[in-house]
């Protein structure tokens, strides 16, 4: 099979038809971990997470966050797969 730019966006076109896997918010690709932890372990877990998968190489972030009525904080942290 020749690999035409035709062929690829074909293939890039099927995969995005197919149903997002677990932990794959609409088929984008990241990989995301969801937390419940006190205020300072969690600022320590997200420093980790960034220390593990750097924001240059894994594109990693805080998706979202909210503060739970027992001053618990709730997030996601979201990455690539892997790095180039």
Aim: proline residues 7%; aromatic residues 10%; charged residues 35%.
């Amino acid at each position: 099979m020749a690999d035409r730019p035709r062929d690829l966006a074909e293939r890039m076109a099927r995969r995005r038809k197919q149903p997002a896997g677990s932990g794959d918010k609409a088929g984008d690709g990241y990989l995301r971990e969801s937390f419940i932890l006190p205020r300072a372990a969690a600022r320590a877990r997200a420093q980790a997470f960034f220390a593990r998968y750097p924001k240059a190489g894994y594109m990693s972030e805080v998706e979202n966050w909210r503060e739970l009525p027992g001053g618990d904080i709730e997030f996601t942290m979201r990455r690539l797969p892997s790095a180039d």
